[in-house]
Nanobody
Framework: DVQLQASGGGLVQPGGSLRLSCTVS????????WMWLRQAPGKGPEWVSV???????DYNDPVKGRFTISRDNAKNTLYLQMNSLNPEDTGVYYC????????RGQGTQVTVSS
């Protein structure tokens, strides 16, 4: 049974930073690509970033240069370091197996507001 547990969200002022974590169990974490998605209020899901099994990363344009995705295979954990946050980054952030959308965590709320 594959489980993903995201954490690290919260309320932050514009320009601030947060670090999200996603702990994965029930699958050989190191074998797969993982991604972060987000959903803003009233909008559909939007992919944020992906990290492949070999460590290659990619980012959606709105977060390039501000967000950094990483993984720790020894800890079965995916991370998203978010810097220079702005109100448009507000939403629920989900971790997910890239090629298995049925394997998605419960989400963690990020609110960027003064």
């Amino acid at each position: 049974d594959v489980q993903l547990q995201a954490s690290g969200g919260g309320l932050v002022q514009p320009g601030g930073s947060l670090r999200l974590s996603c702990t994965v169990s029930g699958v050989r974490f190191s074998d797969y690509a993982w991604m972060w998605l987000r959903q803003a209020p009233g909008k559909g899901p939007e992919w944020v970033s992906v990290i492949y099994a070999g460590g290659t990363t990619d980012y959606n344009d709105p977060v390039k240069g501000r967000f950094t995705i990483s993984r720790d295979n020894a800890k079965n954990t995916l991370y998203l370091q978010m810097n220079s946050l702005n109100p448009e980054d507000t939403g629920v952030y989900y971790c997910q197996m890239k090629d298995g959308m049925q394997y998605r965590g419960q989400g963690t709320q990020v609110t960027v507001s003064s």
